[in-house]
């Protein structure tokens, strides 16, 4: 099933690496922002129109939760495209995405061999989660997190191979303090964990103890304690810590503490499960781990012992608390992938169980291109422009790939990763435009332009406490170019987006505009004189 990629084939993966980029930018930005997206653009904006890069607030108020590097990220993007859109939101995650690949594709290259370095990074390129769901709401702060953590944990391992501790704690640490100043405490978890772990692993406890790794421990220190510094000119710095809405408190929401014991058992179970079902199509090669002679190939290169090694001693925190999300996991997606398709270039793997999986691939191969025929009987798809003509190609494409996969059968992992990636190009085409129309997101953005038209350049507030629908919030932000600030004065002439069960009965209001989010009444209103 896998030969080594000559040169003169290496086009092949460059055109299957194009495939892909195409995959991941088409129509990235005709859906609106939904889920966690709009808080982080709308977090953005505010600091843009603030003037204040460094005090992340939302609804005027100031934010504690997560500390300001992902909105530079973000503010990137607004800057770069010349616009607040949302292709501009997603951007640069998308990028985070494609460079955790090519890491992946350096790592595999540089310490296996080429062919591996290739199929490692395609293989994590196409794991379900990433390229249907995750690479898709990509304007959430995960991806570009993840590379930053995958990153340093690359860099534990090509420094101390080459016993260069300076560059291995400078390095590591520079990356941990941005890891802190975009998602808070977990990159201290991570940087601890990983460190005190490759050091005992080698049995070298004493350089726990070198001058470097106080020198690595005070670029971390400078770094996080100049932002902290610079904040403290507008505000407390503390508060990210000690504030009942801060980084602290949102990291022990997850924790087994704060979750029920059998909760916590039935995530014991559950956990696994979830990980070879957002890991596949790479979680199949856990089949090949049934014999015993691919158990023991993992052991034989350093590092495949290294990523092995690395995800049992983090993978814990997040095996033991109930409110794991997937996209907190993405920094282990290359290493495990790394360790399971492994076996799968090793000559003494089971061809019995190559032979399974051959016909599983073929399996999902087809079951693509019947679904590409189906798609102009799906009633619901029937709005879409060109269908037919997207059926017909797809089913082209897909019968193409099929072919190439039962008439080279060295190319059968390769023309199996293009057939996922093409699936994605019919997701782009079918999917995203129906989001762009019917979802949640699309309705929060047809409720902001109809609140602008009424309010015009009035600034509008936001009524005592903060909304749900930030969908909204960033659109009418973005559209009147105004922080919409919390406010309780009730203060008559002057637009509120409230929430009706929030006025008192007595207090007179005209209603403006009404609206129901996840079963809430809500209205825009001008409290009487």
């Not at 904006?45 to 204040?52: A, F, V």
């Not at 293989?123 to 990509?138: E, M, V, W």
């Not at 770094?223 to 801060?246: E, H, K, M, T």
Request: aromatic content about 20%; hydrophobic content about 50%.
């Amino acid at each position: 099933m896998i030969q080594e990629i000559s040169k003169k084939d290496k086009w092949i993966p460059i055109l299957v690496f194009f495939l892909l980029l195409v995959a991941v930018f088409l129509n990235l930005g005709i859906y609106p922002l939904y889920l966690e997206e709009p808080r982080r653009a709308l977090i953005s904006l505010e600091m843009l129109y603030n003037d204040n890069l460094w005090v992340p607030t939302e609804f005027g108020v100031y934010y504690y939760k997560k500390p300001p590097f992902y909105n530079w990220v973000i503010i990137a993007g607004y800057k770069l495209f010349n616009d607040n859109s949302e292709f501009a939101v997603r951007f640069f995650s998308v990028v985070s995405y494609l460079l955790m690949g090519v890491a992946t594709f350096w790592a595999g290259r540089k310490y296996v061999h080429l062919t591996f370095g290739i199929y490692a990074a395609f293989l994590f390129f196409i794991c379900s989660d990433l390229l249907f769901y995750f690479t898709i709401t990509s304007g959430e702060i995960d991806l570009f997190y993840s590379l930053i953590v995958y990153l340093s944990f690359l860099t534990i391992f090509h420094f101390y191979r080459q016993s260069n501790f300076w560059m291995l704690f400078q390095v590591s640490y520079f990356l941990t303090a941005i890891g802190v100043l975009t998602k808070g405490l977990p990159s201290i978890v991570f940087q601890g964990i990983s460190i005190i772990t490759v050091f005992l692993y080698h049995k070298n406890f004493k350089g726990l103890f070198k001058l470097s790794h106080f020198a690595g421990i005070f670029t971390f220190i400078i770094i996080v304690g100049g932002y902290a510094l610079i904040y403290s000119q507008y505000n407390d710095p503390s508060l990210f810590i000690f504030s009942r809405d801060s980084i602290v408190s949102q990291s022990m929401e997850r924790t087994p503490f704060e979750n029920g014991f059998f909760k916590v058992i039935l995530h014991l179970f559950e956990f696994p499960l979830e990980l070879l079902k957002i890991l596949a199509p790479g979680s199949l090669f856990i089949l090949l781990f049934f014999t015993k002679k691919a158990r023991k190939s993992i052991l034989q290169n350093d590092y495949i012992r290294f990523c092995l090694v690395l995800i049992v001693a983090n993978i814990w925190v997040y095996w033991i608390s109930p409110g794991t999300a997937s996209r907190y996991l993405y920094m282990f997606f290359p290493l495990m992938i790394t360790v399971v398709a492994y076996p799968l270039f090793v000559e003494e793997t089971s061809n019995k169980i190559k032979s399974i999986l051959k016909y599983i691939f073929m399996g999902v191969m087809i079951l693509f291109f019947i679904t590409s025929i189906a798609l102009p009987f799906i009633s619901r798809l029937q709005n879409i422009p060109n269908l037919v003509v997207i059926s017909v190609l797809g089913a082209l494409c897909f019968a193409g790939v099929l072919y190439w996969f039962i008439k080279w059968p060295k190319w059968q992992l390769m023309s199996f990763i293009t057939a996922f990636i093409l699936m994605r190009v019919l997701f782009d085409l079918i999917i995203l435009p129906i989001r762009a129309t019917e979802e949640l997101g699309a309705q929060e953005k047809a409720i902001a332009e109809e609140i602008h038209e009424i309010t015009a350049d009035a600034p509008i507030y936001i009524y005592k406490e903060e909304v749900a629908f930030r969908s909204a919030i960033f659109y009418l932000e973005r559209d009147t170019q105004k922080v919409l600030k919390l406010d309780s004065a009730s203060s008559p002439n002057q637009f509120y987006l409230a929430n009706f069960k929030l006025i008192a009965k007595d207090q007179p209001y005209e209603t403006y505009y009404q609206f129901n989010h996840k079963g809430i009444d809500f209205g825009l209103i001008k409290f009487n004189p």
